[in-house]
């Protein structure tokens, strides 16, 4: 049986506000956990009217609060935009609240524009991106029982620990949607996950990097991925289609740089104008998406899975 997962960007569509938005989130998550999900994923992204989750670690507390069993994590942290120090101590107190369920996802991408990420980096310490490989060594070194031993020029040594007497850590994920990111995950050990919801390129070439250049780690002697997808399911196929709606224009609105907006509900997307270059991308898009009744979508989940190897964990349902 294909293990499903959840990825939240904590939609918020038109009339909502963000206080609802969240609390539609977290009554998911606890159906999610009910119904035996793997993971549940949040992930970074900032200044859109559409998405609230701007800051995962306290999504993911407040998940915790609401499940039992489900796996609890960021899809990913933009690392570029915090200071290694802070994301370990704070994957490393999720950790001490949900012992065994915390998921650390991290992404090299900035998660917004550049007029953003200058008021990210102008509040105070973050990480410079050409230190990303470095950082994430430094993380993982900070979350573990041994802590990380920082050496001064002078020859002293000074050890560092995210949380006091740790008596478990976060399993760390690298995500992406390059050859980058699949080739530093494979030279770390660390398990690894393409973006293909979000790109939907690259993402055979990707998973061959990362199997064939992979360096076993103590915590991983084999290669770990698993696949994301954008699913939408309904009783009718139509149905489906009009659910799938709104988010598809919402992309197209990303990628043709129109002004964004919060999520159209089902009844403006259908009555909205459109354009050639919106319906274009609209439209390749939506060829991509894994779209129609639960029966027919499992069935393409399924295959999507067996033909890319998903490993352990399965596919990744990636849209609501």
Do not use: C
């Not at 102008?122 to 041994?146: M, Y």
């Not at 898009?285 to 069935?299: K, P, Q």
């Amino acid at each position: 049986m294909t293990a499903l997962s959840v990825l939240d960007l904590v939609p918020v569509r038109t009339g909502q506000t963000s206080a609802e938005a969240i609390s539609a989130s977290l009554s998911l998550a606890a159906v999610a956990d009910r119904l035996g999900y793997r993971r549940y994923w949040f992930a970074e992204h900032h200044n859109m009217p559409a998405v609230a989750s701007t800051t995962p670690p306290v999504l993911i507390a407040a998940a915790a609060m609401r499940t039992t069993q489900i796996r609890l994590g960021s899809g990913g942290v933009m690392l570029p935009n915090h200071a290694p120090l802070i994301v370990a101590e704070q994957f490393a107190a999720l950790e001490a609240i949900a012992p065994g369920r915390i998921d650390l996802g991290l992404g090299r991408a900035p998660g917004s524009d550049p007029v953003i990420t200058q008021l990210l980096r102008g509040s105070g310490t973050t990480s410079d991106v050409e230190q990303f490989p470095r950082n994430v060594q430094d993380i993982a070194a900070l979350i573990s029982g041994e802590g990380a031993t920082v050496r001064f020029t002078s020859g002293g040594e000074y050890t560092v620990h995210a949380t006091p007497s740790a008596t478990g850590s976060p399993e760390v994920w690298l995500l992406g949607s390059s050859d980058y990111s699949a080739q530093l995950a494979a030279s770390h050990g660390l398990p690894y996950v393409f973006a293909n919801h979000f790109s939907g390129q690259g993402l055979e070439r990707a998973l061959d990097l990362y199997r064939a250049g992979y360096q076993p780690s103590e915590e991983h002697p084999e290669p770990r991925t698993f696949l994301t997808v954008n699913v939408v399911a309904s009783p009718t196929q139509e149905e489906a289609e009009a659910r799938a709606l709104p988010q598809l224009r919402m992309m197209s609105r990303l990628r043709l740089n129109k002004p964004l907006i919060a999520l159209e509900t089902v009844e403006e997307a259908l009555a909205a104008e459109s354009d050639a270059a919106t319906d274009q991308v609209v439209e390749a898009a939506r060829s991509r998406w894994f779209v129609g009744t639960g029966e027919s979508v499992a069935d393409e989940v399924r295959a999507f899975a067996i033909k890319y190897r998903a490993e352990r964990d399965g596919a990744r349902a990636a849209a609501r």
